[in-house]
């Protein structure tokens, strides 16, 4: 499935990625998913939460540099190999991920990814069974 997912470039300071997530939780938007990438002075915490157009417009009226970017939510069985088998098929045929991240609910493994080409990387999770 395609999902939105939400970019908020954060200074890499104590508090501010709590920040982000009070202001969420004081508007009752729910986070589903998050990723955390650090750099020296930034971050980027990444976000698949329930109301995108809300959250948007709520973090860049706190002062945030917020974006929205199309990922992929890929489901695969909890099982040993499986991210194996989805990075094979995405290898195979040479699409080049940028990054991902993952959760786990039950029997079930939802990859997030973002990948260089959006449109051959959906055509070939499709191929693949995986979309």
């Not at 508090?15 to 508007?27: D, M, S």
């Not at 706190?62 to 990075?87: H, Q, R, W």
């Amino acid at each position: 499935m395609t999902l939105t997912q939400v970019s908020v470039f954060i200074e890499n300071k104590s508090g501010r990625t709590g920040e982000v997530a009070r202001i969420l939780a004081e508007k009752n938007i729910n986070v589903l998913a998050f990723s955390i990438s650090d750099g020296h002075e930034f971050g980027i915490f990444r976000l698949i939460i329930n109301e995108v157009a809300r959250a948007v417009k709520i973090l860049k009226a706190a002062g945030f540099a917020v974006m929205t970017t199309e990922v992929f939510a890929v489901d695969c069985p909890n099982t040993p190999g499986s991210l194996a088998k989805i990075l094979g098929d995405l290898t195979t045929n040479n699409i080049s991920v940028d990054y991902m991240y993952a959760f786990q609910y039950e029997d079930i493994s939802k990859s997030i990814i973002r990948a260089k080409d959006m449109v051959a990387c959906k055509e070939v999770l499709k191929k693949c069974g995986w979309y």
